[in-house]
């Protein structure tokens, strides 16, 4: 009995603390080409680059942070 409270409290401190990934590429809208090394910023702060194929993957805490993309030509 006792290691069945030991899981359920396990499961709820990871749904507690989930976590959801974001990921995507980043294209000029011209033509169609991927943006290298567009930096992107949470709300929260937390922060990733694109690669050279414009893909990128961010980790975020809730459905309301923002996403910041910054790209210097």
Request: glycine share 6%; proline share 3%.
């Amino acid at each position: 009995m006792k290691y069945i409270y030991l899981c359920i409290f396990i499961g709820f401190c990871l749904l507690s603390h989930a976590q959801n990934t974001i990921t995507g590429v980043i294209t000029d809208a011209a033509t169609k080409d991927p943006l290298p090394f567009v930096n992107i910023t949470t709300s929260n702060g937390n922060g990733t680059s694109t690669d050279d194929q414009g893909r990128f993957s961010i980790a975020v805490n809730s459905t309301s942070e923002t996403l910041n993309f910054t790209f210097v030509v």
